[in-house]
């Protein structure tokens, strides 16, 4: 991997990290289009440490607030039934499906699951049930439905349930073209929790996850065409630039809808499909061998 491949790169996973369009897709793609070669599963995970630095350094309050009321809740019985204890907890528990599925199926994560065809199907799909998620809230939120929920769920309302169903919907971004924050902003906005507080706990419960894939993938990164330099280059990059996308984000999602990204996804899934049938792209396009 080459410097300027290592800093285009890096500007993608940095800007796609936490808008529900799918980091590793882009990453994917980016290189199919560029003509590169994939810079695999290893590459996505370690950058995405340096998106995830941007949350620790933005939530860092939270974050704090959080962990110093769960290391007490672990001595006081008190402390157990304190909300920021409990959330503590309940990002442990959504961790769980993620990280037993990411385990099991690491080969296909890194093969077949790269294909562009199920890329473009994912992008779509997703694309859909973010939508019809996000126009249910929308009408919640208005009173037209449901009008003891007019206001919508907080984190405050969390339970186990509920912590396990955004982990299983996180747990989906294990294919390239879901997204992590698509998938469980939209499983948030399924039970009934605002747009803020959906996007919220779907960074809060990325944390483990994220750092725990990125740490395992490091000893990957090397052995191929992706060697260390370009990769920290890349991570950096994308921690500065995500950053910035977290805190327009949040703004963003007070006064709006989720449907420019449902457009846009829905799109690319089809330019995709259309590519692939007039023969422009492969699916495999640049696919590493490794």
Do not use: N
């Amino acid at each position: 991997m080459s410097w300027f491949e290592a800093f285009i790169l890096g500007i993608v996973q940095g800007m796609t990290e936490f808008l529900p369009i799918s980091s590793s897709a882009h990453l994917r793609l980016t290189a199919a289009f560029a003509g590169w070669e994939d810079p695999g599963a290893a590459f996505t995970a370690v950058t995405q440490i340096g998106t995830e630095a941007a949350v620790l350094i933005y939530f860092r309050k939270d974050i704090a607030r959080i962990i110093s009321a769960w290391c007490r809740s672990l001595v006081s019985k008190e402390m157990r039934r304190d909300h920021d204890a409990q959330l503590g907890w309940l990002v442990i528990v959504g961790s769980i499906p993620i990280g037993v599925l990411g385990l099991t199926f690491k080969e296909q994560i890194e093969g077949p699951f790269r294909d562009l065809r199920l890329i473009a199907t994912t992008l779509i799909g997703l694309g859909i049930v973010l939508g019809i998620a996000d126009r249910l809230a929308a009408r919640d939120s208005q009173g037209r439905r449901h009008r003891a929920a007019r206001q919508g769920k907080t984190l405050e309302s969390l339970t186990v349930r509920d912590g396990l169903l955004y982990g299983m919907a996180q747990s989906l971004a294990l294919v390239p073209g879901v997204s992590r924050s698509g998938a469980t902003i939209s499983g948030g906005l399924f039970m009934g929790y605002t747009r803020e507080a959906a996007a919220r706990y779907s960074f809060l419960l990325a944390i483990p996850a994220v750092l725990a894939s990125g740490l395992f993938e490091l000893t990957e990164i090397g052995e191929g065409h992706v060697s260390w330099g370009p990769t920290v280059f890349a991570t950096v990059l994308a921690f500065l630039i995500a950053y910035a996308v977290i805190s327009w984000f949040m703004k963003f999602i007070s006064t709006r809808s989720f449907m420019p990204f449902v457009i846009y996804r829905i799109l690319l899934g089809i330019l995709i499909f259309a590519l692939i049938g007039a023969g422009v792209l492969s699916p495999h396009e640049a696919e590493s061998a490794g």
